[in-house]
């Protein structure tokens, strides 16, 4: 389904914790993102990536970290240093001139 | 960077009117212009999109268009219908060259009343 994969759909995690969020895609794009959504704040670009073993900081990417060490896939940490992550996590991939596809989500919880 | 500012945010429709959405953008570099229509609970997913060499492009009930001079560029949904209640998001981004940054706007919660 869109061939892009976010796992798991819902996590949960205790204060102090860090979580990893999973994307895979197989669409063979070579860009890949991550989204974070909160009520009224529309797509905020947390980190993105343009090729393998690259990637640029977003707009928010304090508390976050990333690796793309194979085109497929871009996980998302969620470190202890992010002082509110409650939020839904959006992965997407594309081409350079092409529109984004987006994963069906990731909501994250702190518990 | 860029920055795009998208208005209003929340629009309330009669079933069977027009809605308008509008976006600014920043950065005179853009040249790809998505809409995105995010349903309760979904992903976001492309409803149409522009690119800068053209000034308006339709897909039966709905239509973009593009000011590059102003900078600004609109969503027309005609003939409203209830299903058409969604946030909808524009973005913005260069293509081509060596970046792929996508930009969004804040969202516009549209309700379409029966």
Known sequence: DGGITQSPKYLFRKEGQNVTLSCEQNLNHDAMYWYRQDPGQGLRLIYYSQIVNDFQKGDIAEGYSVSREKKESFPLTVTSAQKNPTAFYLCASSMANTEAFFGQGTRLTVV | ?114
């Open chain 2, 1 to 114: 960077g860029e920055n795009v500012e998208q208005h209003p945010s929340t629009l309330s429709v009669q079933e069977g009117d027009s809605a308008v959405i509008k976006c600014t953008y920043s950065d005179s570099a853009s040249n790809y212009f998505p809409w995105y229509k995010q349903e309760l609970g979904k992903r976001p997913q492309l409803i149409i999109d522009i690119r800068s060499n053209v000034g308006e492009k339709k897909d039966q009930r709905i239509a973009v268009t593009l000011n590059k001079t102003a900078k600004h560029f609109s969503l027309h949904i005609t003939e409203t219908q209830p299903e058409d209640s969604a946030v909808y998001f524009c973005a913005a981004r260069r293509s081509g060259g060596s970046n792929y940054k996508l930009t969004f706007g804040k969202g516009t919660l549209l309700t379409v009343n029966p």
